[in-house]
């Protein structure tokens, strides 16, 4: 194999490897473009290694809103001003509950057709995730931040429900650490691993190459994910 293909491939992977998901869920509703800010650094993984930094959301998060109310973190390094951070919604869907006849009636029942949804489109946010960044560390459990456009925020909502309700599971959603480096070079001993999902955070591995990658050793999210 020539050196020329050597750099093809790793490259290639990268790409598919910025964002590895270990959870069932739906597609991603929206991505924004990531930023790219120009590392100096190489970074070179020779054993097993956690990257991120996870941080459960604390408080749900309306779109447009420039901080975000986080809880204990897990992981790499806290949060620092000019982080790329990755906000993604873990869980959350609401079903409609109504029959087909009677406005509000449990769902299921009524002698006409059934036209109710077991999930509803605009409630259904598992999967959304959206890149933004830090402009100062944690603070009073909260991280300031600012989305694609200067003095924007986020541009989707995000939401925290601890509990169930009649017509709502659970919803979570965290708040990521993203590394981003110039070359990032995993040898045969390394493997780039997650915190494992809690319940409340974990189970992503995701990076930024603005360069190099080459991998040698494994990325691995293989039972770290949503569900194991």
């Not at 959350?92 to 059934?114: K, L, Q």
């Not at 989707?156 to 070079?185: E, K, M, N, W």
Request: hydrophobic share 40%; glycine share 14%.
């Amino acid at each position: 194999m020539t050196e020329s293909r050597k750099q093809r491939r790793p490259i290639r992977r990268a790409t598919s490897l910025l964002l590895l998901l270990a959870w069932f869920g739906a597609a991603p509703s929206a991505l924004a473009v990531p930023f790219c800010p120009a590392s100096p650094d190489t970074l070179t993984v020779t054993t097993q290694q956690v990257l991120n930094t996870y941080y459960p959301g604390a408080a749900s998060a309306a779109a447009g809103a420039t901080s975000i109310s986080v809880g204990t973190p897990r992981g790499g390094q806290a949060i620092a001003a000019g982080d790329t951070l990755l906000v993604m919604q873990m869980q959350g869907a609401e079903i409609d509950t109504g029959d087909a006849e009677t406005a509000g009636g449990p769902y299921g029942d009524g002698p006409g057709s059934n036209d109710r949804s077991g999930n509803l489109a605009t409630n259904f946010d598992a999967g959304r995730y959206e890149f933004v960044t830090a402009t100062g560390p944690v603070s009073g459990g909260s991280v300031p931040i600012e989305g694609e456009l200067p003095g924007s925020g986020l541009q989707f909502s995000y939401t925290d429900r601890p509990a169930p309700t009649a017509s709502a599971g659970v919803a979570t959603f965290q708040v990521i650490r993203v590394p981003v480096v110039l070359d990032l070079d995993i040898t045969a001993s390394g493997e780039i691993i997650p915190e494992s999902w809690d319940g409340s955070s974990g189970g992503v591995v995701a990076f930024d190459v603005a360069d190099q990658f080459t991998n040698n050793g494994v990325v691995n999210v293989s039972g770290y994910g949503f569900r194991g």
